[in-house]
């Protein structure tokens, strides 16, 4: 089976907890038992960060600019596509997190690495920047 | 044990209405925190809200995160900011009560190892003893 479904938002963060609903939705929906609540909340955090980066790094806080959260599913995996209009935002320019508490910034990025199986930073086929992330299903035990 | 009660009522500007509870326990300082998320669209206000509590003080405060069911990287550097400010003070901080998908954040992000984490508002009191 594949879905596809498209949520779009302002670039504000009153938004996020739409984004974390549409996402929680779509894969309770669409997902079957391919994730448990665990490997959900990791997919709801990372594109909560990503999207949280975009109105922070791309439109610099500006309100009123469209976010496109495009979700697709498969047998396989979820992909998750942050279409925006804004500045591309490169994860090279945000300083790696400290571990030993002694900065409160960084960690976005890093969890968006570690929540998801691959992540891309890329223009799409219309030229607009996008943030392009997949989740695997977790393997069974058999 | 006297319990001098303090309620600090706060309405967010967006979707929902909630309140962060401050008790004062002896010589503790216990901080419900409110809503079931804490994300950039709810920092700005906590940060504000619990000022009074952290900023200059050597209080020794506990945060019952006992509410929270999602918090991300905007919330935990909040968090830790208050733990620095509170320390660099004299005072410090400890959470207690945190559901499964807070937890794991931290985890994730190794704060368990930085901040003093406990299973219950009694054990975080009884910490600071």
Redesign the interface.
């Given at each position: 089976m594949n879905v596809e479904k498209t949520l779009e938002i302002s670039s504000s963060f009153n938004d996020l907890p739409r984004v974390r609903r549409f996402l929680h939705e779509f894969c309770h929906t669409y997902t079957g038992d391919g994730f448990d609540e665990d490997h959900m909340a990791q997919l709801e955090l990372a594109v909560n960060e990503a999207t949280a980066n975009i109105i922070e790094h791309a439109y610099h806080g500006e309100e009123g600019h469209s976010i496109q959260v495009v979700a697709q599913a498969d047998d396989a995996q979820v992909a998750i596509e942050l279409v925006h209009t804004g500045e591309a935002f490169t994860p090279d320019s945000v300083p790696p997190p400290s571990f030993d508490g002694s900065r409160s910034n960084g960690f976005g990025v890093y969890l968006i690495a570690n929540c998801m199986d691959d992540v891309q930073y890329l223009q799409n086929e219309q030229g607009k920047n996008c943030i392009y992330m997949i989740k695997l299903y977790p393997k069974q035990e058999s | 044990m006297d319990i001098a009660l303090y309620l600090l009522r706060v309405t967010y500007k967006?979707?929902i209405s909630v309140d962060i509870t401050i008790e004062q326990l002896e010589d503790v300082i216990m901080v419900t925190l409110p809503g079931e998320?804490l994300?950039?669209?709810t920092v700005k206000n906590f940060k504000s809200d619990i000022s009074p509590v952290i900023d200059g003080s050597g209080n020794h405060v506990v945060f019952d995160m006992s509410q929270l069911q999602?918090i991300?990287?905007?919330g935990?550097?909040?968090i830790?900011?208050c733990?620095?400010k509170l320390n660099g003070a004299g005072g410090d901080l400890k959470l207690c009560s945190m559901t499964k998908?807070v937890r794991?954040?931290f985890e994730?992000?190794?704060?368990h190892?930085?901040?003093d984490i406990y299973n219950s508002r009694e054990e975080a009191v009884s910490a600071f003893k």
């Open positions: - | 967006e979707v998320y994300d950039a669209s999602f991300d990287s905007s935990l550097g909040a830790l900011s733990l620095r998908p794991a954040l994730l992000v190794r704060m190892r930085i901040m």
